[in-house]
């Protein structure tokens, strides 16, 4: 039986940084709005150089809370 900190580790494997655009994709919302839902704070991200990405658990964050 695996315990909640294996399931834990196995969860956090899981998670993947995708852009903007892939994140933008996956929503179904254009780039304009995901800019200033990262603005508003809505949607946090993780910056790698120049680069800007989100992890695919804040995605799932964002999408839960829109549906409360």
Do not use: F, H
Not at 20 to 43: D, F, H, N, T
Not at 44 to 54: A, F, N, P, W
């Amino acid at each position: 039986m695996k315990g909640i900190m294996e399931q834990k580790y196995i969860n956090d494997m899981d998670i993947r940084l995708v852009s903007v655009p892939e994140a933008c994709e996956r929503l179904g919302i254009g780039s304009w709005k995901m800019y200033q839902q990262i603005g508003a704070g809505a949607i946090k991200t993780v910056k790698i150089g120049k680069r800007r990405l989100i992890s695919t658990r804040e995605i799932a964050n964002y999408i839960g809370s829109r549906e409360r």
